[in-house]
């Protein structure tokens, strides 16, 4: 805890973020931290609670409650507090191998499940930890410590997204020689091409990988196993294999004049500017571009609302965010009380700009694409929209969004981002190695396992579970790592 009456006493107050019209300018991150007073007293309010839900990262009403990595958040706030900053970077450490990723990214499942936000405003764990982190890394103690002792045992890791990375942190930190196999030519995964550099900037990442490499975790990037190392390969080179390569099968939107030109995946659109920032080439038009076009993202999740924020940035004509279901209520509805994940309408930062930029939420909820509409040279220039309505499918029982009929009209679009989910791992890879899936085309594994029905081969992350949180995928990684440390050695410390 902090201070016992810190939260009686002390207001919430969140770091200030720089107005919309001024931080659309450029793709910085655009928080100012607190200074260090406002810090220490934000701390404060941590509260004696008895029963800390922040970290408990159960599941309550089907959903996660608290930290899914069960950081030792209660002590950590009161290290804060009390101005013992190190230490609480220690404490942080034991349970969160990338609290730089997860202080920018995560949406802060802790803070819904703090006993300060059953009646008023939770405790602002998330920058609590940024501040930790970011502290650490400016005095020097958030640095490279490589192990004393190798244990003559090799790890693949195929993918460098965040599970890969806790993976490949935790079997180094044991002592094992790990290699991470990236196909594209920057090691991060989703974290580098999948997040836009205004939620994580880029250099952050490159920071933690260098004290990563300096530890002794080998990095192949622009090797794509699977196609330019065979699986045989990889299973004669190493003892043991991590899966990690995410779920990066989008789902697609079946419409009528689908293969228009001017449609793409949310995921090719952000990684194209990501690309394009960090190689130079973005105002020389080395990305898909938004610039002066109407839009359409469909799509009201995290990654809808990125598409959102990147093409305001990009410039933008106008912005259309369709939404399939019914917009959800401002507040807690009764049946979804704390410390149940809040079902409740969030606006984003990426809405909010354009809210700012053309004078209106770009959402429009309940609705869907009914057919692209192309010119006389096959480009993009409109789509047919349609209202939906829910409806009991009579043979499953589940509610379903039926078009409505006679709901349809028609917009100009000359730019569509679909941004629908996905829908497991590519098949390719599983083929190269040989592992089955499950109905969800995820990697299949007895429950509570990570070990695949191939021998030697394990799988972590959003490849294992399906599409998840940061958060989630960085302890999936974990987890799988200590499962492969006791295969290997016997038995885990990890």
């Known amino acids: 805890m902090g201070k016992p009456t810190g939260f009686l006493e002390y ?7 720089k107005e919309e019209k001024q931080r659309i300018l450029d793709y910085n991150e655009f928080h100012t931290p607190l200074c260090e007073k406002d810090r220490r007293q934000q701390a404060a309010r941590c509260m004696d609670c008895g029963v800390p839900f922040c970290q408990a990262g159960m599941t309550v009403g089907g959903m996660i409650a608290g930290c899914p990595l069960n950081n030792l958040i209660p002590e950590w706030n009161d290290l804060i507090y ?11 450490r ?3 191998n990338f609290p730089e990723f997860t202080s920018r990214v995560c949406p802060a499942l802790c803070e819904k499940a703090c006993t300060c936000g059953a009646l008023g405003d939770a405790v602002t764990v998330r920058e609590n930890e940024y501040a930790v982190v970011e502290r650490a890394y400016a005095e020097g103690y958030a640095h490279a410590r490589p192990v004393a002792t190798r244990t003559g045992k090799t790890v693949a890791v195929i993918g460098s997204g965040p599970a890969g990375l806790a993976a490949a942190d935790q079997l180094n930190r044991r002592g094992h020689s790990v290699t991470v196999f990236e196909r594209s030519d920057r090691p991060g995964g989703l974290l580098m091409y999948g997040i836009p550099n205004m939620k994580l900037e880029k250099t952050i990442i490159e920071r ?27 299973l004669s ?17 079946n419409a009528e004049g689908r293969d228009t030109h001017g449609i793409y995946f949310a995921v090719d659109f952000l990684k194209s500017t990501t690309k ?4 130079g080439t973005l105002q020389s038009g080395g990305c898909i571009s938004a610039k002066d076009k109407n839009v359409i993202v469909i799509g009201g999740g995290d990654t809808g609302n990125d598409c959102v924020g990147t093409c305001v940035r990009h410039g933008a004509k106008s912005i259309l965010q369709l939404e399939m279901m019914p917009k959800l209520p401002d507040t807690r509805a009764e049946n979804n009380p704390w410390p149940e994940w809040p079902r409740v309408c ?9 809210a700012a930029q053309f004078g209106c939420d770009p959402r429009v909820y309940e609705t869907t694409v009914k057919e692209f509409i192309s010119d006389e040279n096959g480009a993009l220039c409109g789509a047919v929209l349609v209202k939906l309505h829910p409806e009991r499918d009579e043979k499953s029982g589940r509610m379903m969004m039926i078009p409505t009929e006679g709901t349809e009209y028609t917009v100009d679009a000359e730019l569509v981002l679909i941004a629908a989910g996905f829908l497991g791992s590519e098949s390719y890879v599983t083929d190269a190695f040989k592992t089955e899936r499950d109905a969800r085309t995820n990697v299949a594994t007895e429950n509570g396992s990570h070990l695949t029905s191939t021998e030697r081969v394990f799988t972590a992350g959003d490849m294992h579970s399906g ?3 940061v958060v989630r995928a960085i302890r999936d990684g974990r987890d799988c790592a200590a499962e492969v440390d006791r295969s290997l050695m016997g038995y885990t410390n990890l």
Do not use: H
């Open 94 to 96: 034991i349970t969160n």
């Open 276 to 279: 394009a920032l960090l190689d």
């Open 467 to 469: 599409q998840s949180l």
């Open 208 to 234: 933690r990988i260098r004290i990563m490499e300096e530890e002794g975790i080998v990095f192949r990037t622009g090797v794509n196993v699977g196609k330019d190392i065979s699986a045989d390969e990889i």
């Open 346 to 354: 969030k606006t984003d930062y990426g809405q909010k700009e354009a």
């Open 237 to 253: 080179q190493f003892d043991r294999v991590v899966l990690a390569c995410g779920a990066s099968n989008p789902r697609n939107i």
């Open 11 to 17: 207001e919430r107050q969140d770091s200030p973020a």
């Open 82 to 92: 009390r101005g013992a900053w190190e230490l609480a970077y220690e404490r942080l």
